[in-house]
């Protein structure tokens, strides 16, 4: 089974541009969960979709957003890059919400120039 | 929120020898916890995970014990090889919630 795929690997933008990023689940998972890590902040949470519904959110400014189609992919779309939001930014899937066994595709490397 | 430590911040062991990863939590109602293996240029991999109605769960090499009243958990790995060496994770979550709060991160380097 192939395991969470997320496209573009690598992406270079400059202050102010936006940006989206999208992953898709394991075949059957339902739940996506975006991860933001960096080498000052760690792995922080950034949203859950479900259903196509945001079920939980964390701490990020509105600026970072996404979605969730019929077929479980997700994007998340960054508006007014800063370049603090230089990232590596991590899609987990699970079966289904309240499971938590969440697997991580490979990332997208977000540079912000 | 919930707030997990997680020490030390780099190991270095000899090949063969034994790795202790460990991490506390802040918040009682966690009743998940996944340890993740973190290798260059890939995205964390789960190696195995605890809830909160056991104590110990082991996995060939990979083992993890929790203490609930004292909210903290370790990652144990017996008879290390080169390829243990990466960055381990430690999180935690409650039920209903999707989101993981994770550690700052262990890098594990195995001496040949």
């Known amino acids: 089974k192939a395991g969470v795929t997320q496209t573009p690997r690598y992406l270079i933008k400059t202050r102010g541009q936006q940006v989206t990023l999208s992953c898709s689940p394991i075949s059957g998972h339902r739940s996506v969960s975006w991860y933001q890590q960096t080498p000052g902040q760690g792995l922080q949470f950034l949203f859950e979709y479900f259903s196509e519904t945001q079920r939980n959110k964390g701490n990020f400014p509105g600026r970072f957003s996404g979605r969730q189609f019929s077929n479980s992919r997700s994007e998340m779309n960054v508006s007014t890059l800063e370049l603090g939001d230089s990232a590596l930014y991590l899609c987990?899937?699970?079966?289904?919400?309240?499971?938590?066994?969440?697997?991580f595709g490979p990332g997208t490397r977000l540079l912000v120039l | 929120g919930e707030n997990v430590e997680q020490h030390p911040s780099t190991l270095s062991v000899q090949e063969g020898d034994s790795a202790v990863i460990k991490c506390t939590y802040s918040?009682?109602?966690?009743?998940?916890f996944p340890w993740y293996k973190q290798e260059l240029g890939k995205g964390p991999q789960l190696i195995i995970d605890?809830?909160?109605?056991?104590g110990e769960k082991k996995d060939q090499r990979i083992a993890v014990t929790l203490n609930k009243t004292a909210k903290h958990f370790s990652l144990h790995i017996t008879e290390t090889q080169p390829e243990d060496s990466a960055v381990y994770f430690c999180a935690a979550s409650n039920f209903g919630n999707e989101k993981l709060t994770f550690g700052t991160g262990t890098r594990l380097t195995i001496i040949p």
């Open positions: 918040d009682s109602a966690s009743n998940y």
């Open positions: 605890i809830r909160s109605n056991v």
């Open positions: 987990a899937s699970s079966y289904i919400t309240g499971v938590k066994t969440q697997y």
